[in-house]
């Protein structure tokens, strides 16, 4: 194995070798090898070229990028306001009372003025008499006229049902049998109680 040129005697230590030697240097205290020649560690020079290149890299990425963002926070749940529902106070139901309007009490019935069977005659009529109809009103037939004291005698009404005595044509008719047997219907107003007289005994 050759020695380097340095190390012979008659050579120039500072003579250039054709070797970049400047760029190498032992990153540890290593004992030399075998001839005199150290042991070569690591290029130094090449780190630091790679070193500068990655920080400029990292400057150009920042300037290009910007800044890293924050890390997005998970924003809190806000509580939703629970809507309240206001029911209507049901109004009370006020539950009318209604009361039956007094019913006035039917006016009591006059009693009649005669009653059947009773005996009554004629009365009020001066000279022309009363006229004996054949029905209880002014539109039916005249059966016969009679005369003030003629007796007559009270009969039934026609109608077993119907209201007695009758009131029509503003009069009350009352329905009578005469002396002659004669039946018709003469007014109220034209009649009085005629009670039998029992005639006087004569004396022997």
């Not at 005996?119 to 109809?133: C, D, E, F, K």
């Not at 005595?165 to 009649?191: C, H, K, M, S």
Request: a negative charge; aromatic letters at 8%.
């Amino acid at each position: 194995m050759s020695e380097r040129p340095h190390d012979q005697p008659g050579t120039d230590p500072d003579a250039f070798s054709g070797k970049v030697e400047w760029l190498y240097e032992t990153l540890d205290e290593t004992a030399p090898r075998q001839g005199g020649r150290p042991r070569r560690g690591l290029p130094c020079g090449t780190l630091l070229v790679l070193l500068v290149g990655l920080l400029m890299l990292a400057a150009v990425a920042f300037l290009l990028l910007g800044p890293p963002l924050p890390a997005a926070e998970e924003p809190l749940p806000t509580p939703s306001p629970t809507a309240t529902v206001a029911l209507p106070t049901p109004e009370p139901t006020v539950t009318r009372m209604v009361f039956p309007s007094p019913t006035a009490a039917p006016a009591p019935t006059a009693p009649a003025t005669f009653a059947v069977g009773e005996r009554v005659a004629i009365s009020n009529t001066g000279p022309q008499g009363v006229r004996l109809r054949a029905g209880a009103g002014l539109d039916f037939l005249t059966q016969g006229i009679y005369y003030d004291g003629d007796p007559f005698v009270i009969m039934p009404g026609s109608e077993p049902d119907a209201a007695y005595p009758v009131e029509n044509d503003g009069y009350i008719w009352w329905r009578l049998r005469a002396a002659d047997g004669l039946i018709g219907w003469t007014a109220e107003q034209f009649l009085r109680p005629a009670p039998l007289i029992t005639p006087t005994p004569t004396p022997p």
